[in-house]
């Protein structure tokens, strides 16, 4: 099929899902009047029910637990086809990650980006731990949280070298804490069946105030493994993408 | 205008697979691909919305205040780490692809392929 006709074909096919797209829209009630009533039970009894005033982790962690489990696997599982895509080729071999070209000398780092980008990993790395461990408390929780953590290791990278942020995070050390992390979670819903409850049912003190750090039982415990999870897959991922630019070459192989 | 942002949906959506149909980079198309993810947050966001209803939390206010539904908030949130996950995902191949080909044209790709 050649561009043009493709391009064709798109807009035939686009023109009848604009038709029935705003078909649909005519029966859906207009934006701003949400019909409810699932969001709006949940609102009403969430906080009483879990003691986390943060309704959204209440459903991440709690409600819809089970679904968020499959979404944490999805994440696990694409951390591991990155480590597995990238694996290397046979032609191929490492080289250290220093540049090899002898036509140029090798900038290093700015003083002003270390130094600035050097200030800003303790911050982060307290602003990561605030957001997985408050969950249940304010808009926050282990997938944000997570992200946040593994941005710390990428200034480590930006500050200094390549090196320094492998030494950091070792592939063997991150694919466990991923592991555990995206384990633990399963051993949490596992833990409420050991006790006959449903599975991923919420088996810890709820606290006596919500909104305490404290409080909502598994939803604090499970949004810190999803954060360590979340944490420890996008650093293998960073690290795995950052080998192919700086180490791996084409070669012959040792 | 109360379909507006649902137009808004199926714009962004549009946009995003005519670039991925006439892209010629296998990068630029995983970007095309974000784009076209972007319009289900929009579409999950403006379904749960409730006009003048505040965030579904309740830390330092009552329960009983109108907030907009947290259901379709926790699906856009987990959507957001697992997409860029896949993308991640989706990078690794075009890596690969560009090694073993030489090239990030889908076209070429196509006829080495025969």
């Known amino acids: 099929m050649t561009p043009s006709q493709r391009r064709w074909v798109f807009l035939v096919a686009g023109g009848g899902f604009l038709a029935f797209y705003l078909w649909g829209l005519i029966g859906l009630p207009g934006f701003g009047h949400y019909p409810g009533p699932y969001g709006d039970i949940i609102n009403a009894i969430a906080v009483t029910q879990t003691h986390a005033t943060g309704v959204v982790s209440a459903v991440n962690f709690e409600y819809r637990a089970f679904d968020t489990l499959g979404e944490e696997f999805i994440l696990f599982i694409a951390a591991t086809g990155v480590a597995t895509v990238l694996r290397h080729l046979r032609q191929e071999r490492d080289t250290s990650a220093v540049d090899e070209a002898r036509n140029r000398d090798v900038p290093a780092t700015s003083d002003a980006v270390a130094v600035v980008t050097l200030a800003f990993i303790g911050p982060t790395v307290v602003v990561g731990w605030y957001l997985a461990s408050h969950a249940q408390t304010s808009p926050s929780g282990g997938f944000q949280g997570g992200i946040v953590l593994a941005t710390a290791f990428v200034l480590v990278y930006l500050a200094g070298q390549f090196i320094v942020f492998k030494r950091l995070s070792p592939v063997a050390l991150a694919d466990a804490i991923e592991a555990i992390g995206a384990g633990s979670f399963a051993a949490v819903g596992i833990a409420a069946l050991a006790l006959g409850a449903a599975y991923l049912t919420n088996i810890l003190p709820l606290g006596s105030t919500p909104g305490a750090v404290n409080s909502a039982g598994t939803i604090a415990l499970i949004s810190f493994f999803v954060g360590i999870e979340v944490a420890a897959a996008f650093i293998l991922i960073i690290g795995e993408l950052l080998e192919q630019t700086l180490i791996v070459r084409e070669g012959t192989g040792r | ?114």
């Open chain 2, 1 to 114: 205008m109360s379909i507006f942002p649902f137009i808004v949906v199926a714009w962004v959506l549009a946009v995003g697979l005519y670039g991925i149909i006439t892209s010629r980079h296998l990068v630029h198309q995983i970007v095309c691909l974000i784009v076209v993810q972007s319009s289900t947050y929009i579409l999950l966001l403006g379904v749960g919305y409730k006009t003048g209803a505040v965030a579904p939390y309740f830390y330092d206010i009552p329960t009983n205040t109108p907030a907009v539904d947290p259901v379709v908030q926790a699906l856009a949130l987990t959507d957001v780490v697992v997409e860029a996950a896949v993308t991640a995902l989706l990078l690794a191949f075009a890596v690969q692809a560009h090694k073993r080909f030489g090239t990030l044209d889908p076209e070429e790709l196509r006829q080495l392929q025969g």
